[in-house]
């Protein structure tokens, strides 16, 4: 597989591009002061840049069990896009959801650049390079709702210093949003064209840099400029982005002011919903598999409706926004059961009734298809 003619021109930009990346000051361990807030120089470097690496936040031997279970997962995928068993006959996993939660892409296609899916928010379409011959017709590259697949995602989505992180950042009343993993395997991995998260508050009067909330990408492998998400700094507080203009100004896809989040494994990074940021198709020979998930200011949920990109357009109440911070609570369940020495973290909108979400098999039942409920702004 390669970029063709244009080859040369893209390893000599990851290697600029991480160049850049390294000289930002914007990674390190996650600290914070002794009242428990956020440490003063992560807050500023989160606000000035739009990204933030935290690194080795999950121990080898938590990263062990992910990697487990993750290829166990793998082998549970259906083998097409029109199947519902997987390779060894049997039912695949998530065929019987009534959620659309696999996504599918031809190998190192662009499937949402320059379309009006998600709403048109990718609106130029990145290079897709060739690919091998011998590559399968598609590739599952995108999953939302893995919560109720997966016991090690719902446990490091209950890692108490990154809850902390939500707190912090959203208030102690934060709200999730969806949940899944990305994957890009070498020769394979699709691109992620240019885009902003986020349709609903862009002309809200009451919009700041944190309106549309974050993502946590968690690296189960190394996140590298040829496999890795690629951010423009700063964009998170420049409002809605031309991103046509800038492209053709630009001459290419390749931004020159963007940088890449490289990462190791076990590293976190926390980025901006709002920040400009995409992801090239994969020709490295490096894996990424990431689980991305992210929080909300509840202000910015309580009744707006939804974009309605994740889960289904509604009004998001009071009673949604409770249903769906359940798997908060379970998620702190099942890794206090996991991890019991560990100071578990305290979700303050539903610690009184903490003891309604234990984690256990009817729980598993409770959150069946949940993304249903995933609330997109």
């Not at 991480?18 to 440490?39: I, M, Q, V, Y």
């Not at 899944?180 to 070498?186: A, E, L, R, S």
């Not at 309580?302 to 998620?331: C, F, M, T, W």
Request: charge should be neutral; aromatic fraction near 12%.
């Amino acid at each position: 597989m390669s970029y063709g003619s244009e080859e040369i021109e893209m390893k000599n930009y990851l290697k600029a591009g991480e160049e850049r990346a390294l000289k930002l000051s914007n990674r390190g361990p996650l600290r914070f002061n002794k009242d428990g807030t956020l440490h003063k120089e992560i807050i500023a470097s989160y606000s000035e840049n739009g990204f933030y690496i935290f690194e080795k936040v999950f121990s080898d031997d938590e990263l062990n069990d992910w990697e487990k279970d993750y290829l166990e997962i793998l082998e549970r995928f259906p083998v097409s896009r029109t199947s519902k068993f997987d390779k060894k006959g049997r039912l695949a996993i998530a065929s019987d959801c009534k959620a659309n939660i696999l996504y599918w892409s031809k190998p190192l296609a662009d499937p949402f650049g320059g379309t009006n899916l998600a709403n048109g928010r990718h609106p130029v379409k990145m290079i897709e390079p060739k690919p091998n011959e011998d590559v399968p017709d598609e590739i599952i590259y995108l999953t939302q709702g893995f919560l109720q697949f997966s016991d090690t995602f719902l446990r490091a989505y209950g890692h108490p210093l990154l809850l902390k992180v939500a707190e912090n950042i959203n208030g102690e009343d934060f709200v999730p949003f969806t949940e899944g993993y990305f994957i890009k395997d070498p020769g394979l991995g699709a691109s992620v064209a240019w885009h902003q998260d986020g349709t609903t508050h862009w002309d809200n009067p009451n919009w700041d840099q944190y309106t549309h909330g974050f993502n946590f990408m968690a690296q189960l492998y190394k996140s590298t400029p040829g496999n890795g998400v690629w951010v423009v700094p700063g964009t998170h507080r420049l409002g809605k982005v031309d991103i046509k203009k800038r492209v053709k100004e630009a001459g290419t896809e390749r931004l020159p002011d963007a940088v890449p989040i490289v990462c190791g494994p076990g590293d976190v990074a926390i980025t901006n919903r709002q920040a400009l940021h995409g992801s090239f198709a994969n020709t490295s020979s490096d894996r990424r598999v990431t689980i991305n998930y992210g929080f909300h200011k509840r202000s910015s949920v309580l009744n707006v409706l939804g974009g309605g990109l994740h889960g289904r357009p509604r009004v998001y109440d009071e009673k949604h926004i409770i249903e769906r911070s359940r798997l908060i609570q379970y998620a702190i369940s099942a890794r206090s059961q996991k991890y019991p020495n560990e100071i578990p973290y305290i979700y303050k909108p539903l610690e009184r009734d903490k003891n309604k979400y234990i984690w256990n098999d009817q729980a598993r039942k409770d959150i069946r298809d949940y993304s249903l409920m995933d609330m997109s702004i």
